[in-house]
């Protein structure tokens, strides 16, 4: 008895395979595209506390040089910047005194608001 051949696909299992050939190649499609070259080398599992980037380069003696006359600029409130710290002007702060209690304050605020 010769062996029974294998049922032919009729018309109603056709379209199934269409769509999932499809899906197939657009996820394939789509993960062999994820691989750029940017993607490569970089650290996927992270240890909390541990830096696992790049070394850093050490700096050169002008650089470290020129830090350190940054820091001291800073330090002394040279920068000519209006930080907010003392600078040494001898020009007093341009600051309102502070209301004896808020009442008052309010009651100052909606003078002058008023126009009188």
Not at 45 to 58: C, E, R
Request: hydrophobic share 35%; with cysteine; proline share 9%.
């Amino acid at each position: 008895m010769p062996a029974p051949r294998p049922a032919k696909m009729d018309d109603t299992m056709r379209p199934m395979w269409a769509p999932l050939t499809m899906v197939f190649l657009t996820v394939a499609a789509v993960s062999l595209g994820a691989c750029r070259e940017d993607e490569q080398g970089r650290v996927l599992l992270f240890n909390k506390g541990v830096y696992l980037g790049k070394a850093d380069t050490d700096i050169t003696a002008d650089v470290r040089r020129a830090l350190g006359h940054r820091i001291q600029r800073q330090a002394s409130g040279g920068a000519g910047t209006s930080g907010g710290g003392a600078s040494g002007s001898a020009t007093p702060p341009n600051i309102r005194p502070p209301a004896s209690t808020p009442i008052d304050a309010l009651r100052e605020r909606l003078r002058h608001q008023s126009g009188n």
